[in-house]
């Protein structure tokens, strides 16, 4: 069937990221009760904003049981670089609807109580503003299982996908009714098994040095036999802007 993105990232039929590499990229975690957990990926916007998917959080939680880490490479050890942030704000984008087919304007920006401190290891990246990136090789990135239930991965994964058209993108899901592609998306397909597993939600994918996706839904049994569905933020850059 099909899931939004939302337990814990799993990319599926990738490697180890390289240390260093993932400078972008965020744990976002959730408390609970005297220990926190990570639910989802997140980017560095600036050194106020890091972005996610809106279906990531939840209306009605307060934003301090929500934190993120930043310069992480595996999740259970202390990375050098590694930083850790409270958000003084949250914005889900208003026309984002979790029972609309396609699950649309699912992303979410979250400004941290004090700015992100810089480093070898933890900076911005940029963010797409125009580009159709159909046909190039890509990059997803997150942690959690490396294949369909397996076990949780405590190294950051990445794999190379080819970024495929909108077109296509539906052509491919129009096997599932409710899987509505539109223009805020960005779909990823190689067809070798590589897929941004059921809970990649809020993860990355680069084309390159730049931020083109956020994880948004995919297929259940994540064996890579249907593309994986990004937001495009190329089609929220001015409401990025405003974050």
Request: hydrophobic fraction near 35%.
């Amino acid at each position: 069937g099909l899931v939004s993105a939302e337990i814990s990232p799993r990319i599926v039929g990738g490697s180890d990221a390289t240390y260093g590499d993932h400078y972008f990229i965020g744990s976002l975690q959730k408390r609970s009760g005297t220990s926190w957990y990570h639910i989802c990926g997140a980017v560095i916007y600036n050194e106020n904003i890091i972005v996610t998917a809106a279906h990531c959080l939840e209306n009605g939680v307060p934003i301090n049981m929500y934190r993120v880490r930043v310069g992480d490479h595996k999740l259970n050890n202390y990375d050098e670089g590694e930083g850790l942030y409270m958000f003084s704000a949250m914005h889900i984008h208003p026309y984002y609807n979790r029972h609309a087919p396609g699950y649309p304007n699912d992303i979410a920006c979250m400004r941290t109580s004090t700015p992100i401190s810089f480093n070898n290891y933890v900076g911005s990246i940029t963010f797409d503003t125009a580009g159709s990136w159909a046909g190039q090789l890509c990059t997803l990135w997150g942690w959690g299982r490396t294949s369909g239930g397996g076990p949780l991965s405590n190294t950051l994964q990445q794999v190379n996908i080819t970024a495929i058209t909108n077109t296509e993108c539906a052509s491919r899901w129009s096997v599932i009714s409710s899987a509505t592609i539109n223009s805020g998306h960005i779909c990823f397909y190689s067809g070798s098994g590589a897929s941004a597993c059921s809970g990649d939600g809020g993860g990355p994918a680069t084309c390159g040095n730049t931020l083109v996706g956020i994880a948004s839904w995919g297929i259940n049994t994540c064996d890579g036999s249907l593309p994986s569905v990004y937001t495009r933020v190329s089609q929220f850059s001015q409401w990025l802007a405003t974050c």
